[in-house]
């Protein structure tokens, strides 16, 4: 359950992550296919923070995910902002966005939150949408890229190089994902667990319930826009798809597809889905019956993840 | 302007209409169900496609008829194989597998029916217009108004006076004292679940007739039902019928004012009615938080 506990686990997914960029090849993939993995893979484990660990059903995550995108591009597009500086830019949108909205939908609990979320998810989509003169409307954000990143002594050329875009993201994938895991087995990351086996019982016990769903909610939704900033950077531009409620959905079936009751399923599931996705959309214009089937199968026959499954099978 | 702000509100509540049909099913499934059936537009968008095809055979009345209980049909073979299993278990397998569903919906209506907007015949007495003042008072939009009263008047007298009306709404309270007293609780679900989808297919013959026939034709019109509900408060459906009313004549304004906001105002009314009134206007407390 926790990051900290399972060593040989977290050593195997660390190896896997530093030769993605040369295993991917072997197997008809390529490195931007494995930044997108990435990518995606610390959304839906920002995401399961809240959906695994804190058992709060957000089904409107996009939104973060989404402003995080945005944030990065605008930051860049007419700040002319540095990469790091951009990403900050991002994290901060979506974090103050996801504080406000968090406050008014923090006493509302399972199908009703899922609800308000997937609804509060769609304003941002909107404004995108709409305000045509800034965010470009829906042909989405162009005209701008990522920069080289001058660390004085050397530049990291993630513009020119896809693999060093590829190390870039891994080594703040490394940041978000250790911040994560000393958070969930912090006091806080207890409480929050407390929180999603029995609620009422955490209450009795004197814990301030809807302040610990709120923090929960935006350190998630803080991470989820650190993956949609660099979705942003990585594609060198942002559209209104970046917020939309399927992306939302997406991400949720990542997690449960993956199992969102161990730390490092969501990622699991990202890559299976995101490589599914990548493969099915490049043979059959079809793809959203696969992709829609994917999700009928997970929920009938793999509720528990591919890692919840592997954990029933070595026990029996 | 006043013709103009007029005509759109008068625009909104037909939206709005729209949205309170879409929304009605939707609260009913929830409710007794605890079920967001996401693909709720996708039924939408088929008993729209439906009518289409039905029309050349049975015309526009028989469309009418036949495509929302055929869109039904369907609901129910779909709820007893795919959503039956899921009832009492974590509201979130539901909500995964109804988007699921709704990616196939879509895919589906795209892949029969073709990618481009199709025309969708209209008796010609109900497309002229009423009134050469009021312009935009067209047949159709008369009609329409008259066939979602018509339905929801039929919808609520159905829940108030006949014996599944009055199960459905005991079972919405306390479904196990339900089943105690010996009421088949899975054929009450499933026959709820079919006037849900009942009402979905009605609202795409519906729009289809006003809005034209696109394969996202239901995503569209989806995320404003929840809205609706939200706003009117969740377990009440005379809530859900005046939440719909109400988004849909605030888009109607604010088409006038802000076009830019037509979308967006909704949400804005969602998070002012949470902040003042969680449960919603209609809402009672401590029901499905």
């Known amino acids: 359950m926790n990051g900290l506990r399972g060593h040989r686990l977290n050593v195997a997914v660390g190896i896997i992550l530093l030769f993605m960029p040369f295993w991917m090849g072997a197997i008809g993939g390529y490195t931007e296919l494995a930044s997108r993995i990435l990518v995606m893979g610390l959304a839906a484990m920002s995401l399961n923070f809240l959906l695994g660990f804190t058992g709060v059903l957000s089904f409107g995550h996009a939104a973060y995910f989404g402003l995080g995108a945005y944030g990065a591009a605008m930051a860049i597009k007419y700040l002319g902002a540095g990469t790091m500086p951009a990403i900050a830019l991002g994290m901060l949108v979506a974090t103050l966005a996801a504080m406000v909205i968090g406050a008014l939908i923090v006493r509302r609990r399972g199908v009703y939150f899922a609800m308000v979320t997937i609804a509060f998810g769609q304003v941002f989509y909107f404004l995108a949408f709409r305000w045509n003169s800034v965010t470009g409307g829906d042909d989405g954000l162009t005209g701008w890229h990522r920069a080289p990143i001058d660390f004085g002594v050397a530049t990291l050329d993630i513009f020119g190089s896809d693999k060093a875009f590829y190390y870039f993201a891994l080594v703040i994938f490394g940041v978000c994902v250790a911040a994560m895991a000393l958070l969930l087995s912090s006091p806080f990351g207890r409480t929050l667990i407390a929180i999603r086996e029995n609620e009422r019982r955490a209450r009795f016990l004197g814990v301030p319930i809807e302040f610990h769903i709120w923090l929960s909610f935006v350190v998630s939704c803080l991470f989820v826009s650190v993956a949609g900033a660099l979705y942003a950077l990585l594609n060198n531009f942002t559209d209104p798809r970046a917020l939309r409620f399927d992306l939302s959905g997406n991400l949720v079936i990542m997690a449960v597809l993956g199992g969102m009751r161990s730390f490092w399923g969501p990622l699991i599931g990202a890559a299976i889905f995101v490589a599914l996705q990548d493969f099915v959309s490049s043979r059959t214009e079809n793809w959203m019956s696969v992709i829609g089937l994917v999700f009928v199968l997970v929920v009938r026959f793999f509720p528990r993840g591919v890692l919840g499954m592997l954990r029933n099978a070595a026990k029996a | ?289």
């Open chain 2, 1 to 289: 302007m006043t013709q103009v702000v007029l005509f759109n509100i008068f625009n909104g509540l037909i939206v709005g209409a729209f949205y309170a049909l879409m929304a009605l099913g939707l609260s009913l499934i929830l409710n007794l169900s605890g079920v967001i059936n996401f693909a709720h537009g996708g039924f939408l968008a088929l008993g729209a496609y439906l009518a289409y095809t039905l029309i050349p055979y049975v015309g526009f009345w028989g469309a009418l008829i036949v495509a929302p209980l055929l869109t039904a049909a369907l609901g129910l073979v779909i709820e007893r194989v795919l959503i039956r299993p899921l009832y009492g278990g974590d509201p979130l397998y539901g909500l995964l597998l109804t988007f699921g569903l709704a990616y196939i919906f879509e895919d589906v209506t795209r892949f029969i029916w073709g990618a481009q907007s199709l025309p969708f015949q209209l008796p010609a007495w109900l497309t002229t217009s009423l009134s050469s003042q009021f312009f935009f008072v067209t047949g159709y939009r008369v009609f329409m108004i008259v066939v979602v009263v018509a339905a929801v008047g039929a919808l609520f007298a159905a829940l108030n006076y006949t014996r599944l009306g009055m199960r459905i709404r005991a079972g919405t309270r306390d479904l196990d004292t339900v089943s105690t007293l010996g009421v088949n609780v899975r054929v009450l679900r499933s026959l709820n679940f079919g006037i849900g989808i009942y009402m979905a297919g009605l609202a795409g013959v519906l729009a289809a007739g006003l809005l034209g026939l696109s394969p996202t034709i239901g995503a569209n019109l989806i995320m404003p039902s929840f809205v609706a509900i939200i706003v009117g408060g969740l377990g009440s459906l005379l809530g859900t019928l005046i939440g719909g009313l109400m988004i849909g004549v605030a888009s109607g304004l604010a088409a006038v004012y802000f076009p830019s906001a037509t979308e967006a105002v909704i949400y804005v009314m969602m998070g002012l009615v949470l902040l003042f009134r969680p449960r919603g206007l209609l809402g009672e407390e401590g029901r499905l938080h």
